[in-house]
């Protein structure tokens, strides 16, 4: 559905109105024809300046996601989850290249997104405490949530070590332990680079916002993540620091 919906976008990017968009096999029809009214302004769907277009990116969820193939086909960018072990990781990229290989192009880890949940304190103990102990910590509360939501939807297999381990296996400590990644900056910067071993090459670290419960730590986070952990991240892999990426997205 997604892809079908991107498909009617471009179409209607590509050409003027009136639209009279019926393309094989999309289950999205479109079509101003009949309330077309120039003068009003109805009926006409405006364009992006850039050119071909902006970028598209999507959010790649379930292991060996068959969508993320179709993202590498059309050359829209895929975002892994930030609530998918990140044994899974190396599962999207395998697809989006294998979509990029069928529409004949060469596949560049630069596209590819990751986002994780990331806290950095300038103490250890402050940020195990506000990122996985203290009963009303903003991850904490984050992860509860959406566990519930997934064990009730059978799409908990994103937290799982096999897609055939118990569900018992899948408790919010692990999710806690295995999905936040917290500490002062030289501990979250070895658990990014210890992320990037695990998952291949990528383009971004995205960084996955939480509720501010306390306004002061979670500003600080967010400094630190920009001034010195990606910064060292850079440098470690090699990246100079005036062709960098754009060091850290917020969600």
């Given at each position: 559905?997604?892809?079908?919906?991107?498909?009617?976008?471009?179409?209607?990017?590509?050409?003027?109105?009136?639209?009279?968009?019926?393309?094989?096999?999309?289950?999205?029809?479109?079509?101003?024809?009949?309330?077309?009214?120039?003068?009003?302004?109805?009926?006409?769907?405006?364009?992006?300046?850039?050119?071909?277009?902006?970028?598209?990116?999507?959010?790649?969820?379930?292991?060996?996601?068959?969508?993320?193939?179709?993202?590498?086909?059309?050359?829209?960018?895929?975002?892994?989850?930030?609530?998918?072990?990140?044994?899974?990781?190396?599962?999207?990229?395998?697809?989006?290249?294998?979509?990029k290989r069928r529409a004949g192009k060469i596949p560049d880890p630069a596209e590819w997104r990751i986002a994780r949940t990331i806290f950095v304190s300038d103490?250890?103990?402050?940020?195990?405490?506000?990122?996985?102990?203290?009963?009303?910590?903003?991850?904490?509360?984050?992860?509860?949530?959406?566990?519930?939501?997934?064990?009730?939807?059978?799409?908990?297999?994103?937290?799982?070590?096999?897609?055939?381990?118990?569900?018992?296996?899948?408790?919010?400590?692990?999710?806690?332990?295995?999905?936040?990644?917290?500490?002062?900056?030289?501990?979250?910067?070895?658990?990014?680079?210890?992320?990037?071993?695990?998952?291949?090459?990528?383009?971004?670290?995205?960084?996955?916002?939480?509720?501010?419960?306390?306004?002061?730590?979670?500003?600080?986070?967010?400094?630190?993540?920009?001034?010195?952990?990606m910064p060292r991240i850079n440098k470690a892999i090699g990246v100079p620091a005036k062709e960098a990426p754009r060091e850290a997205a917020r969600i």
């Open positions: 559905m997604f892809a079908e919906a991107i498909d009617v976008i471009l179409a209607i990017w590509e050409r003027d109105a009136p639209y009279g968009i019926d393309l094989p096999g999309n289950r999205y029809k479109v079509t101003t024809e009949k309330t077309f009214v120039p003068g009003l302004g109805r009926g006409i769907m405006y364009k992006p300046w850039q050119n071909p277009r902006p970028e598209i990116v999507g959010t790649v969820v379930a292991p060996h996601s068959k969508g993320v193939i179709a993202m590498g086909e059309r050359d829209f960018h895929p975002l892994s989850a930030n609530f998918l072990l990140p044994h899974w990781l190396p599962s999207h990229w395998e697809n989006y290249a294998e979509g103490d250890d103990r402050v940020a195990e405490r506000y990122a996985r102990e203290d009963p009303a910590s903003p991850y904490r509360f984050y992860w509860m949530q959406l566990r519930e939501k997934m064990m009730r939807a059978k799409r908990h297999v994103i937290f799982k070590l096999r897609e055939n381990e118990d569900d018992g296996a899948v408790t919010i400590e692990r999710l806690l332990a295995e999905l936040v990644l917290c500490g002062t900056v030289n501990r979250v910067v070895d658990q990014l680079l210890a992320l990037r071993e695990r998952s291949g090459d990528f383009g971004e670290i995205v960084y996955a916002g939480m509720d501010w419960a306390d306004p002061a730590l979670a500003r600080r986070s967010m400094e630190l993540m920009a001034n010195e952990v």
